[in-house]
């Protein structure tokens, strides 16, 4: 006779949401605290520090553990895609000229555009450092052929985000205001610009790490 399932209230996710975002950011700065120089170690530890949603960290371990995969396996993983997105957001801040991010100035308004390029270009550094480490350890756990999928994953959203973003540039430029967009061109970078990155790409990853096939396609 199967056990009743515990109810999972909103403010147990909340909680788990907390400390997952906590565990992540602890995670980042195993690399970040590496950095000798104090003015730049804060700099690159700004982002990181000011703690998004953690929406991409949390559907990659959402759907990791579901599909019974360990949370330790999942943290280091969760961590590099929220690096991810840390980077991605200085740069496009630049792009979309914004002026705030997660309730303070933006990057490039606090330490100048160069600054916030040279700044992106190395947490990105550090972002493939901590895939190509966690990868060496998915190959002890998980098997070579487990890792090489979650570097070739990582790899096609980072690739799929560029393109979208590549769309948004120069079909918003092409239109000339984002009233004049037609809904296929939206569609195309929705799916590419953010869903790839928040949604399903983090989703997939979680369930390569659980060694669940069926879920992972090819998008």
């Known amino acids: 006779m199967l056990k009743e399932r515990q109810m999972v209230t909103k403010e147990d996710l909340e909680s788990f949401r907390n400390k997952l ?5 602890n995670y980042i700065h195993k690399y970040i605290d590496t950095e000798q120089n104090p003015a730049i170690r804060s700099r690159l530890a700004d982002y990181p520090d000011r703690k998004g949603h953690a929406r991409r960290p949390l559907n990659l371990v959402l759907m990791g553990l ?4 360990d949370y330790e396996m999942l943290l280091p993983l969760a961590a590099v895609i929220e690096m991810s997105e840390n ?3 200085m740069l496009d801040d630049i792009i979309d000229s914004s002026s705030m991010r997660r309730n303070a100035p933006s ?8 600054n916030t390029i040279n700044d992106a270009a190395m947490l990105q550094s550090m972002m493939w450092k901590m895939l190509f480490d966690y990868a060496d350890k998915a190959r002890m756990v998980l098997g070579d052929s487990t890792a090489k999928k979650i570097v070739d994953k990582v790899y096609e959203i980072g690739s799929l985000t560029y393109e979208g973003e590549s769309a948004d540039i120069n079909i918003l430029k092409e239109a000339g205001s984002i009233a004049k967009i037609g809904y296929d061109d939206y569609a195309k970078m929705a ?3 953010t869903a790839a990155y928040t949604v399903w790409g983090p989703l997939q990853l979680g369930a390569i790490v659980a ?3 069926s879920l992972t396609a090819t998008y």
């Open 107 to 114: 990057h490039h308004l606090k330490y100048g555009v160069e």
């Open 21 to 25: 975002a906590e565990d992540v950011n």
């Open 191 to 193: 799916s590419l610009k």
């Open 87 to 89: 980077w991605v957001l």
């Open 66 to 69: 579901a599909a019974g995969a």
């Open 211 to 213: 060694n669940a096939r």
